[in-house]
């Protein structure tokens, strides 16, 4: 069993930068994929980035490609979205999930966070 907890989300001004976290509890934290997904109002979730177990492959969208990074510290049970040259399109509700690698190179999850808000203006 592994909880998810987000935080970081705001309000930033587009073409600037936020980071997210994400702080899990139990003892397999490692044994999981990592990732975030978003969903904007009226839209359905999608997949924006991952990360392996051991950190050393990263999965993305493509529409985030050259702006976002993900990292783990296994450490600290926890994972970090870096969000940089925001636009008003990635306005949305970020989620934190722990999962598996699924094909198509994007993560399959198995446990949510509660999401945090991301309001990009322009």
């Known amino acids: 069993q592994v909880q998810l907890v987000e935080s970081g989300g705001g309000l930033v001004q587009a073409g600037g930068s936020l980071r997210l976290s994400c702080a899990a509890s139990?003892?397999?934290?490692?044994?999981?994929?990592m990732g975030w997904f978003r969903q904007a109002p009226g839209k359905e979730r999608e997949f924006v980035i991952g990360i392996n177990w051991s950190g050393g492959r990263i999965y993305y969208a493509e529409s985030v490609k050259g702006r976002f990074t993900i990292s783990r510290v296994n450490a600290k049970k926890t994972v970090y979205l870096q969000m940089n040259s925001l636009k008003p399109e990635d306005t949305a509700v970020y989620y934190c999930?722990?999962?598996?690698?699924?094909?198509?190179?994007?993560?399959?999850?198995?446990?949510w966070g509660q999401g945090t808000q991301v309001t990009v203006s322009s």
């Open positions: 999930a722990a999962g598996q690698i699924a094909s198509g190179a994007r993560l399959a999850p198995d446990y």
């Open positions: 139990g003892r397999t934290f490692s044994n999981y994929a």
